[in-house]
């Protein structure tokens, strides 16, 4: 049979990967077993795409089909598209160790051949399987959030155009990211944290995925009005849910202006006579959604 075992260099991480074994049939030409010609393997780890010549070191052994049957051979060799790596020849019951070089990120092939043993000629069997050796995962890095009515804003700090981005968020959110790697969050309740997951994928690296959490703004103080007071000039009318703690402003259409007191008394004034206008106050506070609410009243007739 013919083991064969990879296990990376220091530099590469902690990646191995086991090709299988080749069941050999004693008294036949070689079968083989466990291992599909060109088949396409993904390695679980990943090199630095930006340095060349990273090296592998395999371990192979070779055995006869059963003991005293007589001697066996093999060989590993090592494809880089149509470069050859490094080939190593094996003989019966050892275990032979080598260094293949310039094994990066890409599609690599082995090639392990058993020529048979004495027990029944000098019959020989190749079979081919391809390694994967992804590139280094792109793991999102996150900005500051910055909270919104309805979930936040986040900038992906180690943004990278060559990779595809997406995300899931709980809470009910929804995610959408520019192509400038601003992450918005959206569909979050009020005052509720939620989870954004960022994935990145690319053919040949291996993916990536980080979380980012922030809670939405507090909800908006959306202004409510007692009944509207008419004026020569325009009308006032008190804000009925006025609090202190949020600062107040307000336009008025038809050529109004709008002054509020520190009771919540709206004033709206400039206003022709006999005229219809619309006061829109708005709230704002650090940490609340901006609130904002119309009211409508008629000025005096002369």
Known sequence: QLTVTFITAPSLGSLTAVVTTNAISSGSAVQVANIVANTTTALTSSVNPSVFGQSVTFTA???????????????????????????????????????????GVGTHSITAVYSGDSSFGTSTSSVVSQVVNLGIA??????????????????????????TYGGTATAGGTVAISNTGLVTVSGVAANTSSTATITTTRTGYVDGAAQVTATSLKAANTPTFGPPTATADGFTVQISNYKRAFTYGGTATAGGTVTISNTGVVTVSGVAANTSSTATITTTRAGYANGSAPVTATSLTN
Do not use: D, H, K, R
Request: glycine share 14%; hydrophobic share 40%; aromatic share 10%.
């Open 61 to 103: 052994t070779v055995a006869p089909v059963s003991p005293g049957a007589g001697t066996a051979t093999g060989s590993v060799e090592f494809f880089n598209g149509v470069t050859s790596l490094g080939i190593v020849t094996l003989s019966s019951g050892s275990a032979t160790s080598a260094a293949i070089n310039n094994f």
């Open 138 to 163: 792109n793991t999102p890095t996150f900005g500051t959030p910055t909270a919104t009515a309805n979930g936040f804003t986040v900038q992906i700090s180690n943004y990278n155009g060559a990779f």
